[in-house]
Structures are given as C-alpha cells and as structure tokens.
C-alpha cells in the first residue's frame, strides 16, 4: 500500500518496507546484544544500522521487559539526551525515533534533542513496564498532536478484537486532536500470551483496514524461543521467519536488532 509520513518537513515514502534498527542505550533490555552505553559503542551501533541498511534508528532508555527496573524520568531523560546527541553527530540524515513512553520526555526529545519520531509502547498510556500500571505527568496523544511528528501506537490488548476496538477510537482521537501521520503496532509481546500472540498475526493483515502504516517488532521476542526452545541470542532464525511473515501480511516497518538479515528478507519479498 502507499504510504508516506512527514518527517520535519520531509515526506519518507513507506510504499516499500522499510528497517528500524534498535539501539538501546540501557544496562538492562532483554536481549544483551543490544545493549549500548559508552560513547563508542553508540557510535558504532549507530553507523552499523545506516551501513546495513536501516532506515531508521529507534532509540531506547528505559527496558519495559518484565521484572525490569524503574528508571526516573530524569535518568532516562539524560540517557536519551546523551544518545541522540551521539546519533545526530554519527549520523545527521538518519530518521531518529525515540522509544518512550512518558510524554514530557518526549516532548523533550523532540524539542530540544532533536528526535523525529515518538515509539510509544504504553497505547498512549495504558500500561508502562509489563504488568505495572503507569502513572505519567501529561498526556501522549496530546504531545504528539502539539509536536507534530509521527507516532507509533503499540497495541498491549490481548486478541485481536480489542485492539481493533481501541486502535479506532484511539487513532479517532488523535485525529480530533490534529494528530496526522499514525503508525501501528499490534505489541507483539505485550500483554498477550504465546498463542494470542501467534493468533493475531495469523490475521494481522487486518490491521489494513485502518489505512496506516504498520509496524511488526517480534525481534528475538520470548514468542520466538519459548515455542522453539532456547533464549534471544538463539531466535534470529525464528526472528527472519516472522519477520517475513509480517512482511507478507503488509508490515510497512519491521523494528529490529539484526539490520542486514530483516534488510536482506525485505530485498527477497519484492521479487515477488
């Protein structure tokens, strides 16, 4: 489907899929291999997505795995403003998306740290950390509206059914407020169960019915190697699989760790 987002005043054409690439500047996000934080292996995390492929670098502070701990609003503000400062130097053309879900560090990211896209995986602020309610100041949906910049909206519903149900009056209210370039996410992993994972995207090529873009993030996720066996270091196979998948079902972005192999199956669908 043809789709574009305006990105600062620059029309990002997603008719063909694109890679979001994941740098996670943390101690602590599920899988190790991710995990970016002197100066030098941002850098290089960084200019290793560009290289690679990707087209877009989504930058994360604060892990929302389960059990993960709590990061004030001030440290993830601080590592944010550090990363996107390294990121921007490395690599100034690069689409940047910021993955949080608190709206005044958003606001800020996009203000003053100079990030284009808000990844937000709380469905505008119905869940935070998995399985802890969220108490933020302000509100996502009118941040975003006030910013601006595109927005990516993660489901945390269970069945495909519900977030359908809140995806419309979510995305309805966005608009009202002058939201306009809205991205979907069905939240693999958040909120669901292996099989309701796996049974929404049996049928995520539904999520089209919205005319957004959707983004699928399954990378190395536990609904990979908790039906294969194993652990995230041992699920890009599986990974490359989905990935797939949810290329075939209409997928527009596919947020990932391994940027050459999800580049690689994008290259290979197009031939068909």
Not at 58 to 77: I, K, M, N, Q, Y
Not at 219 to 232: A, E, F, T, V
Not at 245 to 254: E, N, R, V
């Amino acid at each position: 489907m043809q789709y574009t987002i305006n990105v600062r005043g620059r029309l990002v054409d997603l008719s063909q899929p694109m890679v979001m690439g994941i740098l996670n500047a943390t101690p602590d996000s599920f899988y190790s291999g991710s995990r970016k934080q002197t100066e030098a292996e941002i850098a290089d995390r960084a200019n290793q997505i560009i290289a690679e492929g990707g087209r877009i670098i989504d930058v994360g502070a604060f892990s929302t795995r389960l059990g993960a701990e709590v990061v004030s609003v001030e440290e993830e503000t601080a590592r944010l403003k550090r990363a996107l400062q390294i990121v921007h130097r490395e690599q100034p053309d690069a689409i940047v998306s910021v993955d949080t879900y608190r709206p005044l560090v958003a606001r800020r990211c996009v203000e003053e740290f100079g990030a284009d896209i808000i990844n937000d995986v709380s469905e505008g602020g119905l869940t935070g950390i998995v399985g802890q309610a969220i108490h933020e100041e302000g509100d996502m949906f009118e941040t975003v509206a006030r910013l601006g910049v595109p927005y990516i909206l993660m489901s945390v519903q269970p069945t495909l059914e519900k977030m359908m149900l809140g995806f419309a009056e979510e995305v309805q209210r966005l608009h009202s407020l002058g939201a306009k370039d809205i991205i979907l996410d069905p939240g693999y992993g958040f909120g669901k169960t292996l099989e309701q994972n796996y049974e929404i995207m049996k049928h995520s090529e539904r999520l089209l019915e919205f005319g957004l873009p959707v983004l699928v993030g399954i990378s190395r996720k536990s609904m990979i190697y908790k039906l294969l066996g194993g652990d995230p270091t041992t699920s890009l196979n599986g990974t490359t699989v989905l990935n797939t998948i949810a290329l075939q079902k209409g997928a527009s972005i596919l947020r990932v760790h391994d940027v050459k192999e999800a580049v690689e199956a994008t290259r290979l669908l197009q031939q068909f």
